[in-house]
């Protein structure tokens, strides 16, 4: 403010004998810059309805439209009411908050979706909620942002759902697909039921996703909750995650490969339960996936709980698990996992006739290559198993320095299943491994070390129980 308006202020405000230090107080909240106020763009004001029925995609559009010509701003799915919508996609400088009360449901009618969620590749399903080359992204609120995955299902089977065929694009929505998303905040919401991954970031940069809870069906297969592709800088967090295939899983898809490596993630005070792998890196992996931490988390009740599995050229090196504690169990061999608690693996992919083959190799290969995993530590942590610690390559070069430091292994038989297996799928060589169960079974790999770990035996031992450390080198 200028000099000589504030002096007229302070001439005008004796006049009414104010005391000095009243004078003080406005004159302070006078010289303060004005804040604007955040754009606020209700989607009801689009002509939103929730009558769950309404698709309502168009009503969002153009709310989102209006706060990216008003160069940015918040746009809110209102609470109490369910807002059916197809795909749409966020914009640059935009809040997307989905107030409590609140649910967004994906429209059941397989035909509106359209785009592909791996680009030219149309085998692995649709994008729902979209947004690519953008910067400050936040996604929050107490309400729900609901896959409507059933609706995308066959038949209720006794351990999964029937995959509905197709001949070209699997129609199936995955809920949220991110691509090269700078400054990226998903804080609060709920998302269930998806029919596909969940929140799929692709090459996205400075992220933090905070307090989510992720409510799948565990019988919907590849339902991963958060999906890392080529992305750097993630923040991980206070998150509750349940989910059909993998909880958190790490990669580098060959569709994306121009977003290099997948690096410095912090994974931290996450509670996770999968019918795959709880937490998982790999197996797409055509880059380097590196400087990894996860600490202070609970895995129940999955059929993996940490797992590594390299399956293609790519390298992964410099990752630590600490202060975790995990429970696992057999399930059926619709889902890969044979209950092993920590699990790191390397082996070439297998070379099948499947609806994807053709993305999983260098161009012009008919066979891939596998990279080292190398640097890893698990330390401190607690493991409740029908199954024991697994680590195995195809060559001993392939996995180096790994460090088992205070591991508990307590076995334990929870499940009616055979047991005496290991799940080296997706490989060349033989998928289910027959071997007797050991609390550590390390096979083909160098310097592994075991320090101040302890094994137990329960009362329902392993059917198939074998040495309790196992080595074949």
């Keep these: 403010m200028h000099f000589q308006k504030i002096n007229l202020l302070i001439k ?80 640059s400088k935009m809040e997307f908050c989905v107030e409590g009360g609140a649910t967004l449901l994906a429209n059941p009618d397989t035909s509106v979706y359209q785009k592909s969620a791996f680009r030219y590749n149309p085998g692995e399903g649709m994008i729902w909620i979209g947004g690519e080359n ?169 059929n993996r709980g940490i797992g590594i599995q390299n399956r293609d050229e790519g390298v992964v090196s410099d990752v630590l698990f600490s202060n975790i504690i995990i429970e696992s169990q057999f399930f059926s061999d619709v889902w890969w996992g044979k209950s092993e608690p920590l699990y790191v693996t390397a082996y070439r992919r297998a070379n099948i006739n499947h609806k994807d083959a053709s993305w999983r190799f260098p161009k012009g290969a008919t066979e891939g290559k596998v990279g080292q995993v190398k640097n890893i530590v698990f330390r401190d942590i607690v493991c409740r198993s029908e199954n024991g610690v697994y680590v195995s390559a195809e060559s001993k070069d392939k996995i180096q320095n790994i460090l088992f430091d205070g591991v508990v292994v307590n076995l334990n038989r929870s499940t009616d299943y055979e047991g005496g297996m290991y799940d080296r799928r997706p490989c060349q060589m033989e998928g289910i491994v027959k071997a007797k169960t050991s609390g550590f079974y390390i096979d083909n790999a160098t310097d592994v070390e075991i320090r101040n770990c302890d094994i137990k035996v329960g009362d329902r031992a392993p059917l198939n129980m074998g040495q309790l450390v196992y080595r074949t080198n």
């Design 12 to 91: 005008k405000l004796y006049a009414f004998r104010l005391s000095a230090a009243a004078l003080l107080m406005i004159l302070f909240w006078a010289c303060q810059p004005q804040v604007e106020k955040q754009k606020v763009f209700d989607i009801t004001d689009y002509g939103a309805i929730a009558d769950g029925m309404t698709d309502n995609a168009e009503s969002i559009s153009k709310a989102i439209k209006a706060c990216q010509e008003a160069g940015g701003g918040k746009v809110i799915i209102p609470g109490d009411g369910v807002f059916v919508t197809g795909p749409f996609d966020l914009v």
């Design 134 to 302: 953008l910067t400050d992204v936040a996604i929050t609120g107490l309400g729900v942002i609901n896959g409507n995955g059933i609706s995308f299902m066959g038949e209720e089977l006794d351990d999964s759902y029937e995959l509905l065929p197709f001949k070209v694009k699997d129609p199936r929505p995955h809920v949220l697909t991110l691509t090269n998303v700078k400054n990226l905040r998903i804080r609060d919401v709920t998302f269930r039921h998806s029919a596909y991954w969940t929140v799929h970031l692709i090459g996205c940069d400075d992220v933090v996703i905070d307090g989510i809870t992720i409510d799948n069906s565990l019988k919907i297969r590849n339902s991963d909750g958060i999906d890392l592709d080529h992305s750097k800088n993630v923040r991980i967090s206070n998150c509750h995650i349940k989910s059909g295939d993998d909880s958190i899983c790490l990669k580098n898809r060959r569709e994306f490969e121009e977003y290099g490596a997948c690096e410095n993630i912090v994974v931290t005070n996450c509670l996770m339960s999968s019918r795959s792998c709880a937490l998982k890196i790999g197996s797409e992996n055509m880059d380097t996936i590196r400087n990894v931490t996860v600490n202070n988390c609970t895995i129940l009740a999955s």
